[in-house]
């Protein structure tokens, strides 16, 4: 069984497009997360979310948007897309004092 | 600020030990973890260390942290083909939620 997953694992779309990207965790994890991996592969923290509190990575444009409908879920919200939004985005996460596990990534590519 | 950097290639035969390096800057860390990342696909957990530790061991993967220096090490024995692969070094930051602030990864060769 999956214990962090994503969909869409690819995706492609025009630029100026509003697109989500979903994760679910079926570990009873409090702790979710979005990273960005750039085509450098350098990965970024954008937002780290539990029921408590949403933490925001201050370069993270506001066009980009969490939203979790439940504890297992936290799906990614992106407006109006731009050609640097390229990359690969991947979802972790964790409980309380444990490690993060990571989905497999969404490559998405904006034209 | 919270700084992670790693040498960016490493090419070792078949065989050999690999040994990845990696540098950070945030004394705070309380946990250092190595991830691996194949071709194409998402990010595994290999291994982690506790910042009381100086040394993890597990099957050919063996940790070794110096606290004093802020220095990582992963070292691989006998080292596979199947080892290829992007490592990313990573530290335990922020109170609360527990970011990870990664390195920019260190690409493993291995030539057969």
């Known amino acids: 069984d999956t214990a962090v997953s994503q969909t869409p694992k690819y995706l492609v779309t025009q630029m100026g497009n509003d697109k989500s990207i979903k994760c679910e965790q079926n570990l009873g994890h409090d702790t979710m997360y979005w990273y960005k991996q750039d085509s450098k592969k350098f990965l970024k923290i954008m937002f780290s979310?539990?029921?408590?509190?949403?933490?925001i990575n201050e370069t993270v444009p506001n066009r980009f948007s969490p939203k979790s409908p439940d504890k297992a879920h936290l799906n990614l919200h992106i407006n109006s897309l731009e050609l640097g939004d390229s990359a690969v985005y991947f979802c972790?996460?964790?409980?309380?004092?444990?490690?993060?596990?990571f989905g497999p990534g969404t490559r998405l590519l904006v034209l | 600020g919270e700084d992670v950097e790693q040498s960016l290639f490493l090419s070792v035969r078949e065989g050999d030990s690999s040994v990845i390096n990696c540098t950070y800057t945030?004394?705070?860390?309380?946990?250092l973890y190595w991830y691996k990342q194949e071709p194409g696909a998402g990010l595994q957990l290999l291994t982690y260390?506790?910042?009381?530790?100086d040394m993890k061991q597990d099957q050919r993967l063996t940790v070794l942290l110096n606290k004093k220096d802020k220095h990582l090490s992963l070292r691989i024995a006998d080292t596979q083909t199947g080892d290829s692969a992007i490592y990313f070094c990573a530290e335990r930051t922020g109170a609360g939620s527990y970011q990870l602030t990664f390195g920019k990864g260190t690409k493993l060769s291995v030539i057969p």
């Open positions: 972790a996460s964790r409980a309380l004092g444990e490690t993060q596990y």
């Open positions: 945030d004394s705070s860390s309380t946990y």
């Open positions: 979310y539990n029921n408590k509190e949403l933490i």
């Open positions: 260390i506790f910042s009381n530790m």
